[in-house]
């Protein structure tokens, strides 16, 4: 009959050697892969509070693993102040299962003072009753396709100035030119009742519509003046041509306090915010009545657009196209977050919030 033999001492210790080896080449590999891919791990254990930080993450931020502890009130204080209180807001949305949304971008602060941007997804685990007990998230850096982002943001905006300036100074300077000649043809005409003075009357009354079409869309490509504004001139210069062309109720409420001088990128970007706003409730949710609402609180811009639209039922009110994308992409690269929600009275109700401090500082090469 045969015995089973026990393992001596040193197979034991051989056997050992080997499982230690084998980790050593899976961590080496993983730390490889995570490191080429600026990558970094959290784990937070929600029920003691325990948490974890990957010495890898806190290298990207130019920091040992040594330099910064692994504690949840110590990592918050290294992320972005404009980006702290919504990341934080989120995170319990998820955790409570009040959003599906797993995955957002925010900045962190670098040991050399300069901001770099993460992209953090997040999954959350429940026991058997239901209740969180652990959170994993993977903290992506993507500071270079930020900058490249509003690079590209900027060289629209450049060239929407440039087409601009020639649909304003170029043809709608000529369609003007003609239209004067056609009225002094016409005036030529009626001295000598001429047949064709209708007629010309006519072209000119369309030549004229086409200027008025020319420089509402050269005003649409760049509607902010370079150089500081204000941005409420151009919210109301928004909603007069809206009330104008959709035969609509459009108008814009201000805040108590002034509001704050801004570049006219900036102003640019939410000016295109309100105005697909605008547009879908007009277009997608058959508005009559659209107010825009501009306020500064905590260092913030927060605009709300509400209509009287037909609500939930509409595409815009869903959040889906490509526009409404847009206009979440353009608040994410200002700093801020966009929000579609149903209107309490009927329609619907956009809310953007914008830190006045965001924004890329070419000067110094931050974010």
């Known amino acids: 009959m045969h015995e089973d033999t026990k393992p001596t001492a040193d197979e034991l210790r051989a056997r050992l050697r080997q499982v230690e080896n084998r980790y050593r080449t899976i961590l080496d590999r993983y730390t490889q892969a995570t490191t080429a891919a600026r990558v970094g791990v959290l784990d937070w254990n929600l029920r003691n509070n325990a948490?974890?930080?990957?010495p890898n993450l806190k290298n990207l931020l130019g920091y040992t693993d040594e330099e910064i502890p692994d504690d949840l009130d110590a990592w918050v204080s290294l992320i972005h102040p404009d980006d702290r209180e919504p990341l934080i807001t989120a995170t319990r949305a998820l955790i409570r299962r009040q959003s599906p949304d797993n995955a957002f971008e925010h900045r962190m602060q670098h040991k050399d003072g300069t901001s770099r941007w993460f992209m953090v997804r997040a999954t959350v685990e429940y026991d058997g009753q239901g209740k969180p007990v652990r959170l994993l998230g993977t903290n992506t850096e993507i500071t270079e396709r930020k900058q490249l982002e509003m690079s590209i943001q900027e060289a629209v905006s450049a060239e929407n100035a440039r087409i601009s300036l020639n649909l304003h100074d170029g043809l709608g300077q000529e369609l003007a030119g003609i239209s004067f000649l056609l009225q002094s043809l016409e005036n030529?005409?009626?001295?000598?009742?001429?047949?064709?003075?209708?007629?010309?009357?006519?072209?000119?009354?369309?030549?004229?519509?086409?200027?008025?079409?020319?420089?509402?869309?050269?005003?649409?490509?760049?509607?902010?003046?370079?150089?500081?504004?204000?941005?409420?001139?151009v919210l109301r210069k928004l909603a007069d041509g809206t009330a104008r062309v959709f035969k609509v109720n459009c108008e814009v409420i201000g805040g108590r306090t002034s509001m704050p001088e801004m570049q006219s990128n900036q102003s640019n970007q939410i000016y295109f915010i309100a105005q697909e706003a605008v547009n879908n409730a007009v277009h997608h949710g058959?508005?009559?009545?659209?107010?825009?609402?501009?306020?500064?609180?905590?260092?913030?811009?927060?605009?709300?657009?509400?209509?009287?639209?037909?609500?939930?039922?509409?595409?815009?009110?869903?959040?889906?196209?490509?526009?409404?994308r847009i206009m979440a992409y353009r608040a994410r690269n200002l700093g801020g977050d966009l929000i579609i929600q149903p209107n309490p009275g009927g329609g619907t109700r956009v809310f953007c919030r914008v830190p006045l401090r965001a924004g890329l500082d070419s000067k110094k090469g931050q974010l």
């Open 51 to 54: 948490f974890y930080v990957d």
């Open 188 to 233: 030529r005409l009626k001295s000598g009742n001429s047949q064709f003075v209708t007629d010309v009357a006519d072209i000119r009354n369309s030549l004229s519509e086409a200027i008025a079409h020319t420089r509402e869309l050269a005003r649409g490509l760049y509607p902010v003046p370079v150089g500081p504004v204000g941005i409420m001139g």
């Open 286 to 324: 058959l508005a009559k009545n659209i107010v825009i609402e501009c306020q500064i609180l905590d260092e913030e811009l927060r605009m709300t657009i509400t209509d009287d639209g037909s609500g939930s039922d509409s595409q815009y009110a869903k959040g889906e196209g490509v526009g409404l």
